[in-house]
Each structure stands twice: as C-alpha cells, then as structure tokens.
C-alpha cells in the first residue's frame, strides 16, 4: 500500500484520465497566459494543508474543549458542523465517530473516494488508491502500523465505509499534556490523517519533554 512513499500504490508516469486531463487544461492556460508561476500548486498546497483540514480542525479542537458542543457534534454532526461554517457539497451528510480508550475508527470508501471535502479538504492521493481501500478494511491494524500508528492489542478498530449519502469524520482523543492548551492552541495539533484515522494527534513537544 502506497502513503506517497511506500510500494504497491500510484506510480509515477501512471496518470489517470482525469489527470491527464487536467494537465492538458494547465498547459493550454499557461499557454495562453491565464496562470503563472506556482498558483497552480500553491492554490492546491493552501487547500490541502490549511483551508480544508483546517475546518476539520477547529471543529475537533471545539469538541475537545466545549462538552456541549461534542455532544451535539456526535449526535448530529452535520448540523453541528453548519454552527462554525463548516458544510457544502461533498459534506452534506457527515457522521462524527470519536476514538476512545477501547475504540479506534478508520475511514475508508471501498468504492471509490468518498470524502468529507468541506471538512478535511482535499483527499490525499493513498485514500484513493486501490490498496488503500481493500487492505484497510482487511486487515487495518497492519495498514495503521505502516503509517506509523500502533495501537494496543486490546482497542478495537472499527472501519467506517464512507458513500455517496454519508461521510464521516474522526474525532480523535485529546492528546495527555494539553490540558492547559485553549482551543486555538489545540488546532494545530489536529491533522488531517488524524481525522481519517490512520494517525493520532501531534503531541506537544512540551508534554513529550516531560
């Protein structure tokens, strides 16, 4: 399975129709001068680091802080959601599965790229790809591991199979050290992987120094 780094995902040189046709479109606009320099791919880095995930972020950071807002978020999230400006197409109908000490949620569509896009922003290129969505579901603790997350042998993983009518966002644990970290504090701790489910938090490097 490929997470942009590892073997058996996207190779390079193996473009999709879709890709090729996008890059077909870039080059006929740079041509006739519509784009320049980097926009292209500033554009895209801004909306897969920050202004997607972000919203995602704030969201989680809420729900960590404010025990109303959690609740209203896992009992409604779409709704919950709309409260900070969060929703839009592709976000119509989200589900928020938080992780405890006993369960640990993975998300995956097993069809095709279901993707919270208003949430987490643009989807990585592993979640898309073929291993990704048949290994996952199969053997999910290997695949976790293999993005660097290792959970005890007792915590259950659940796999949620996102679709056209419902797409689910991971709340993840708060991490042990923050408690003294307001909401603002919090958001950049909180990633986009942790919210799929194949990572956890970044944890402070305070609390790790302690």
């Known amino acids: 399975m ?3 780094h590892g073997a058996g995902g996207h ?21 006739k001068g519509y784009i320049k320099g980097n926009v292209v791919d500033e554009i895209i880095d801004t909306y897969t680091h920050d202004i997607g995930p972000l919203n995602g972020a704030r969201a989680v950071a809420k729900a960590w802080v404010d025990p109303d807002y959690r609740e209203r978020l896992l009992a409604d999230a779409t709704s919950a959601l709309k409260e900070l400006g969060i929703g839009g197409l592709q976000g119509e109908h989200m589900v928020a599965v938080p992780n405890t000490d006993d369960v640990h949620n993975v998300v ?3 069809l095709c790229s279901c993707y919270p896009w208003p949430v987490l ?3 990585p290129r592993w979640y898309k790809d073929a291993p990704y969505r048949a290994r996952v579901v199969r053997e999910p603790r290997k695949v976790l591991a293999e993005f660097g997350t290792t959970l005890p042998d007792e915590t259950n993983i659940q796999v949620w199979d996102s679709s056209a009518e419902v797409r689910y966002l991971v709340v993840p644990q708060r991490p ?31 609390a790790v120094a302690k």
């Open 2 to 4: 490929s997470h942009d």
């Open 11 to 31: 190779h390079p040189g193996e473009l999709s129709d879709g890709e090729v046709r996008a890059r077909a479109l870039e080059s006929l606009f740079r041509e």
């Open 108 to 110: 995956v569509c097993t």
């Open 121 to 123: 922003g643009l989807p």
């Open 176 to 206: 042990a050290g923050t408690e003294g970290l307001n909401e603002e504090d919090l958001v950049p701790l909180i990633t986009r992987d942790s919210m799929i489910g194949v990572t956890l938090p970044a944890v402070p490097s305070e």
